[in-house]
């Protein structure tokens, strides 16, 4: 009787300790406060606020989601955080000013872009070692790798262009201009297309990965809203590339793009100055960091509504979703 | 006929300056035959003309008003730098040729010298009499000329200069501002000082017609004679210059800050005072940290280790727009760039929120106006609530039906 008693205790018990661990987990830089915002997407509540180096813009998790890379912009190096403990336990040479980077497909090459600099940063994630440093146009934002590991994107803003970077000799190889200001880089998951935000411009460009050619844009509209004011900023495709919400910065909405008809389906109304987006692993929700509100958004994504506004740090920037599967 | 050449590269590895000084050599001697074409196909090199005259530095009440000598000159540097980043991309390469006068030098001939040299882009940082002898002079026909030294609202309204552009704000935008903030506060009784010199009086008149323009009601005005120094006594002098009707606000129009500055805190009535001092609409100041520009803040720092001021602001977005429709049209033939200026395909990323466009009638920039104390933006206009049936942004100075500019 005891044992079975015994055996129920651990039981429930593990039970628990599952159902803590089964949460999604998603991860905020805020920009103005020097921490990271920890939010359980079960209960949709900040579980967790770390305090990290100053100005947290970009962060992304190692491939085993054991490490949180921080772009910590005025303390000018990108640090390492190890998940499990919330504690810094490194940092990488990012140079100075880094904004936002991308990891390789197998996790061994950062490459950071250098706001101040001009340049593109390559670190050796192992070593931590810079392993080139490249010249690129005025203001560098966003950093994309190809899925296949084989081209690294850098947007530059003051200079409108798309850099593309082999990353076997870390030279550039084409320069493609694109809308004013652009902000953000992402490329569909089989690599074909790279997607690119221009904030100024107003609009999001598709440019052939192959060509390096821009094959097609997507404007925007909303009612009511001045069209100097969408300015599209973060993008994030569905896993299964059906749909792009592409955050529109002043317009306070997060546009939702058929990525077949390249036509807005709808524009759901996030915070203010909507900056970032993620989506959970299984693609059912997604994030959207709200700069002036300081707060982040969550929507259903099936139902394209949002279902809760989150309070977190001042000015939230960066927005990345640890899945349960890796938690141990 | 002096004229400089710079050649700015500092970010280029140093054995591509050298390629580039040849390059450029190269096409000095195809400039002196009056070309301004690129050498090969798909390059192109463009030489972006400067052309400044000083403004008289008149006495003011503080021995420490001094602006800095080279306002404009480092805004176009850092512009040309700017566009190079963009430009060794595609091939583009801009030359930088500065032609810098003092203000009681023969200023016509300078400037006739300038129109006839062989520079298709000219970036003017002077008077309004100059800016305007320069657009009616038939050497002007077929050059773009941007005029960022001159507030002028005539050049905007009247002048009508078809290759004459602005990207410094005029008077009627700043004040439009101003005034929009006010009235949007509820501050619509206004008292208006004005100083005696030409530029107080021209400002003066801006503010009236914004005041009448977003009903705000001017109770009392008064002329700063300044016969006084305020430095020993303002706490006399300006309470009782402050007496009058009740009102919300003291706007004062003070182009040299020669007075202004010593009526804060000093009202007779606790009172906001706004205009050239205190609350001052300006098309750019140092204190300007949003929208990406704490990064133009940066890049201006480190050359010219001061901060960016609004003829600086005006002289770099002169020289980006010439750059951006360059970049856009990959061709420097100036009928073609006046045509894409003029456009709605035109857009410079300036640094304000928005983006920046040239009103198709008179030539200027459109830009929001931010309005700023010593250390903090107060608020940025067009102030939210004023409506526009093409853009927000053109409630602010003249309309298209407010100008003589039927193009």
Known sequence: ?328 | MIFKLYLWAPCWPARSVGLHLLVLLGLLSSAAAGKAAGAQSGRLSVEIQYFEVKRPLRPTLSNLVRPPVDRGLQGARLGIHDNNSTGRFLGHHYRFATRIIPAEADWRSAAREVLAGPASFVVINAPAPVVRMMARDPAAKGKILINTGSGDDDLRRTLCAPGLFHTLPSRAMRADALLQFLVKRRWTRLFLVAGRRPGDAKFAASLKRAAAKFRARLVAGKTWIGDADLRRNAAREAPRFTQGPDYDALIVADEDRDFGQYLLYNTWLPRPVAGSVGLQPVAWSPVVEQWGAAQLQRRFRKIARRGMTSLDYAAWAAVRSIGEAITRLKTAEPGKVRAFLHSEKFALAGFKGRKLSFRSWNGQLRQPIPLVHETAVVAVAPIAGYLHRLTELDTLGFDRRETECGH
Not at chain 1, 56 to 69: E, H
């Open chain 1, 1 to 328: 009787m005891r044992l079975l008693a015994g055996t129920i205790v651990a039981v429930l018990a593990y039970a628990l300790a599952m159902g803590a661990a089964r949460a999604d987990l998603a991860y905020v830089s805020n920009e103005k406060d020097n921490t990271i915002s920890v939010i359980d997407m079960n209960k949709l509540t900040v579980v967790d606020t770390i305090p990290v180096g100053l100005r947290p813009r970009g962060i992304l998790f190692s491939k085993d989601y054991r490490l949180l890379y921080i772009c910590a912009s005025d303390t000018d190096t990108v640090q390492i955080m190890d998940v499990k403990s919330g504690k810094i336990v490194g940092t990488l040479p990012s140079g100075d000013d880094p904004e936002q980077f991308a990891l390789s497909p197998d996790g061994k090459l950062l490459f950071v872009a250098n706001e101040d600099d001009n340049i593109a940063t390559v670190i050796d994630t192992a070593t931590r070692t810079v392993v080139a440093e490249i010249d690129v146009g005025v203001e560098p934002e966003g950093m994309a790798v190809s899925p296949d590991g084989k081209t690294a994107v850098v947007t530059s803003e003051t200079t409108n262009m798309v850099h593309w970077i082999d990353t076997t000799t870390y030279k550039l190889v084409d320069n493609t201009l694109v809308d004013q200001r652009p902000r953000y880089a992402v490329f569909t998951p089989n690599g074909k297309t790279l997607w690119v935000s221009s904030e100024i411009g107003g609009s999001v460009t598709l440019l052939d990965v192959a060509s390096r050619k821009p094959v097609a844009k997507v404007g925007f509209r909303i009612p009511g809203i001045a069209k100097d004011r969408i300015q599209p900023v973060g993008i994030v495709l569905t896993p299964d590339e059906t749909l792009a919400f592409v955050a529109l910065g002043p317009a306070n909405h997060v546009a939702v793009v058929d990525t077949k008809t390249l036509k807005v389906v709808t524009y759901i109304l996030v915070g203010r100055r909507v900056w970032l987006l993620a989506l959970t692993p299984d693609g059912g929700r997604l994030l959207t960091t709200n700069g002036i509100s300081g707060d982040v958004t969550v929507v259903d994504v099936k139902s394209k509504r949002p279902i809760k506004t989150i309070k977190v740090g001042r000015f939230p920037w960066g927005v990345t979703v640890r899945p349960t599967k890796q938690s141990k």
